[in-house]
């Protein structure tokens, strides 16, 4: 049984299929975080002490500088998505919408970027 109208039907109105894709990535994200969330704390929870010099020796490795960029590059991918879903389900006006989820999404690209560059330039 069809419940669409068939004017929505001549004009093609309906699910673009970008909701699906959005999910998707959201959950990849997540599922991403759960072993660098782990990696991160159990890390951090046996450094012997928590000093600047200790900090830059653990963060100078190689594999732990990757590790940070990944784990912090999908920190604020997957905030991003996170605010994005929740904008677009609470916030009616279509300008007002498009311009929270475009400032939100330059913020959270800025701190990203911030991120990253500190753990590089601590790291070498």
């Not at 990944?70 to 498009?98: K, M, P, T």
């Amino acid at each position: 049984m069809n419940y669409r109208s068939p004017l929505s039907r001549a004009r093609g109105l309906g699910s673009a299929g970008a909701g699906v894709h959005h999910w998707h990535v959201q959950r990849l994200s997540a599922l991403a975080l759960v072993p660098l969330t782990l990696w991160f704390l159990f890390s951090i929870g046996t450094m012997d002490s928590f000093d600047y010099e200790s900090f830059v020796a653990w963060m100078s490795r190689p594999w732990v500088c990757a590790l940070l960029v990944l784990f912090f590059g999908a920190a604020y991918y997957h905030a991003a998505l996170g605010i994005q879903v929740v904008v677009e389900d609470y916030v009616s006006d279509e300008f007002v919408r498009n311009a929270v989820i475009i400032v939100v999404k330059g913020l959270l690209l800025l701190m990203g970027v911030t991120t990253i560059v500190s753990v590089l330039a601590t790291a070498l």
